[in-house]
C-alpha cells in the first residue's frame, strides 16, 4: 500500500477538520505518549446508529487516547467524539449493503507496520505486552479489526466519490472566490537533473556473498542456527532484518520479478532456496506461509562490496562527463541520456521525479530539499541556478551506492500558491472540496434513512450534522 492508513479520526479529516476539533494533530502517533488508562465508567449505550451501538466507555476511552497524544479539543469532546464514531459507522453499514470489504494484503500490511514501528519504539515485543497490558496475539487481533475498518471506511468513500473531474475554468473561478491568504504558503522548491555511474563490483566481491550465503545455508540446514536469527544478525536488508527478514504478506507484483519466481516456487518451510540475484543485492529465502494469491517469507540479503578502485574509476569518468558538459560540447540532459546508469532519469533528460508521497509536489520536476535524497540535497543546496556539482557518492533508489553529478536547474522562492505557479496544488484543493461536499451530502441524507438513538445525556450537543436529533 502506498500511502500510510490513517487513524478513524484522520480517515473523517476532510469533514471534520474545519471544525476546530483539534488544535494539533499529528501525522503519526502509533502510541500514546504515556499508557492509557481505564475508563472508570459504569459502561452504557450512548448511541445507536443501525443497529450498532457506541458504548460510553467507548467515547471515554478515545477521549483519553487523544488526551494521551497530546490532542487538544477546541470543542466538545463528549459531543464530536460519538459523531465521529457515528459517521464512521454510516459508512461500515453502507459498505455491508454494498459488500464492501477490504483487501486482506492491505490489512495485513498496516498491522504488520504499525506493529512493527510499536515493537521498534518500546524496545521488543515483551515491552509492548507490558505497555498495552495484553499479550502480542491479542493486540495484533485488535489492530487487524480496527484497521479493517479504516480501510473499509475509506474504500467506502472512494465509491461513493468516484472519479472526481474539475475543469480548468473551475480551477481557475475557485482562485478567483478564495481569500488567497488561506492558500497554503509554498516553501522553496528545486529542480535538479542528475548523472549516476554505478562502480563495477568483481568477481571476487560476488564470490566473497555467495559462499557466505551458502555457509548461512548449511548452518540452517544442520540446526546450528535458525533463520531469523542469521537474518537479525547478518542481513543487510535493514527494514526487514530486525523482523528475522521476515517480509509480510505481500502478492506477486509488490516483489522483485527474480525473487518472486522464487519466492513463489517454495514449497518446503523447513527448506532453504537457492541464491537469487536482484537489483538490491543477493538472497536467500525461506517461505513462512501461504494465502491465496499472498505469501509470507524471510530472506537473508548481502551486497558485495565495492572496491575503493572501482570508485575512483567512476569518480573519474564522471570527471570527464563533467568537463565535455562545461565546454557546451555536451548538455546535461544529453550526457545524462547517454551516460547515466540511473533508469529513472536517464531517459528524461537526467530530470529528477518528485516520489514523496506525502509532499505537494509529488510527481512532479519540484522539489523541497528536505525531499531529495539527503547526498543530493546537500550538494545543490547552496548552487546558483544552471550550476552543476563536483562528482559525489551517494546511494539509489536499491541502495546500491553510485557516484553522481547534479545540476541544479531552477530555483523557486517560497511564495503564496497561485493558478499560474501551482495549478495543480490549487486544482487539487477544488478536488478535494468537492469530494468532501459530496460526502457532506451523502451524510445528510444518509441521516434521513438510518435508525439513530441518542441517550438523552447526549441530545443537546451543537453537531455538525444536526440531523442525528432532528428527525422524529
Known amino acids: 500500500m502506498k500511502k500510510t492508513i490513517c487513524s478513524a479520526a484522520a480517515l473523517l479529516l476532510l469533514l471534520f477538520g474545519s471544525t476546530g476539533a483539534f488544535a494539533q494533530k499529528k501525522e503519526t502517533a502509533p502510541l500514546p505518549s504515556k499508557p492509557v488508562s481505564k475508563a472508570n465508567v459504569i459502561d452504557e449505550v450512548a448511541w445507536i446508529v443501525g443497529d450498532e451501538p457506541i458504548l460510553r466507555s467507548d467515547i471515554e476511552r478515545q477521549r483519553l487516547y487523544y488526551e494521551s497524544m497530546g490532542q487538544k479539543f477546541q470543542g466538545d469532546a463528549r459531543c464530536m467524539?460519538?459523531?465521529?464514531?457515528?459517521?464512521?459507522?454510516?459508512?461500515?453499514?453502507?459498505?455491508?449493503?454494498?459488500?464492501?470489504?477490504p483487501e486482506e494484503r492491505l490489512i495485513s500490511q498496516e498491522v504488520n507496520r504499525w506493529l512493527q514501528q510499536v515493537t521498534n519504539e518500546l524496545g521488543g515485543r515483551e515491552k509492548v505486552e507490558e505497555y498495552l497490558g495484553q499479550p502480542y496475539a491479542k493486540i495484533r487481533e485488535e489492530r487487524r479489526k480496527i484497521v479493517a475498518e479504516e480501510i473499509t471506511v475509506m474504500q467506502m468513500q472512494q465509491k461513493l466519490v468516484g472519479e472526481v473531474n474539475v475543469a480548468p475554468s473551475e480551477v481557475t473561478r475557485f482562485y478567483d472566490e478564495v481569500n488567497k491568504d488561506s492558500l497554503p504558503f509554498m516553501p522553496e522548491t528545486v529542480e535538479v537533473q542528475l548523472i549516476t555511474v554505478k562502480p563495477k563490483v568483481s568477481v571476487s566481491e560476488v564470490d566473497k556473498v555467495k559462499a557466505r550465503l551458502i555457509d548461512f545455508t548449511k548452518q540452517i540446514n544442520s540446526g546450528q542456527y535458525?533463520?531469523?536469527?542469521?537474518?537479525?544478525?547478518?542481513?543487510?536488508?535493514?527494514?526487514?532484518?530486525?523482523?528475522?527478514?521476515?517480509?509480510?504478506?505481500?502478492?506477486?507484483?509488490?516483489?522483485?520479478?527474480?525473487?518472486?519466481?522464487?519466492?513463489?516456487?517454495l514449497r518446503d518451510p523447513s527448506k532453504v532456496s537457492r541464491i537469487v540475484q536482484t537489483k538490491k543485492g543477493y538472497h536467500i529465502i525461506q517461505l513462512i506461509a501461504k494465502r491465496g494469491d499472498l505469501i509470507n517469507v524471510r530472506h537473508i540479503m548481502l551486497r558485495p562490496e565495492i572496491e575503493v578502485s572501482e570508485i575512483d574509476k567512476a569518480t573519474a569518468r564522471l570527471d570527464s562527463i563533467a568537463r565535455v558538459i562545461t565546454k557546451d560540447s555536451l548538455t546535461?540532459?544529453?550526457?545524462?541520456?547517454?551516460?547515466?546508469?540511473?533508469?529513472?532519469?536517464?531517459?528524461?533528460?537526467?530530470?529528477?521525479?518528485?516520489?514523496?508521497?506525502?509532499?505537494?509536489?509529488?510527481?512532479?520536476?519540484?522539489?523541497?530539499?528536505?525531499?531529495?535524497?539527503?547526498?543530493?540535497?546537500?550538494?545543490?543546496?547552496?548552487?546558483?541556478?544552471?550550476?552543476?556539482?563536483?562528482?559525489f557518492r551517494m546511494y539509489d533508489k536499491n541502495n546500491n551506492q553510485v557516484v553522481a553529478i547534479a545540476r541544479l536547474q531552477a530555483r523557486h522562492p517560497g511564495h503564496r500558491a497561485n493558478v499560474i505557479e501551482d495549478y495543480q496544488v490549487i486544482k487539487g484543493l477544488v478536488e478535494n472540496k468537492k469530494r468532501g461536499d459530496m460526502i457532506e451530502e451523502w451524510i445528510k441524507e444518509k441521516q434521513k434513512t438510518t435508525f439513530v438513538n441518542i441517550s438523552p445525556g447526549y441530545r443537546d450537543c451543537a453537531f455538525r450534522y444536526p440531523g442525528w436529533v432532528e428527525r422524529k
Open 81 to 101: 467524539i460519538p459523531e465521529q464514531m457515528a459517521v464512521q459507522k454510516l459508512f461500515l453499514n453502507q459498505a455491508a449493503i454494498d459488500s464492501v470489504v
Open 226 to 265: 535458525d533463520f531469523a536469527t542469521l537474518a537479525r544478525l547478518y542481513s543487510q536488508d535493514n527494514e526487514t532484518a530486525v523482523k528475522g527478514g521476515e517480509l509480510g504478506f505481500l502478492g506477486r507484483a509488490e516483489l522483485e520479478p527474480e525473487f518472486a519466481n522464487v519466492a513463489f516456487s
Open 332 to 391: 546535461f540532459g544529453a550526457a545524462a541520456m547517454y551516460y547515466s546508469f540511473d533508469e529513472d532519469t536517464r531517459l528524461s533528460n537526467g530530470q529528477m521525479v518528485n516520489g514523496n508521497q506525502q509532499s505537494q509536489n509529488y510527481g512532479t520536476a519540484r522539489f523541497e530539499l528536505s525531499d531529495l535524497p539527503q547526498e543530493v540535497s546537500a550538494m545543490v543546496s547552496g548552487l546558483e541556478t544552471g550550476a552543476m556539482t563536483k562528482p
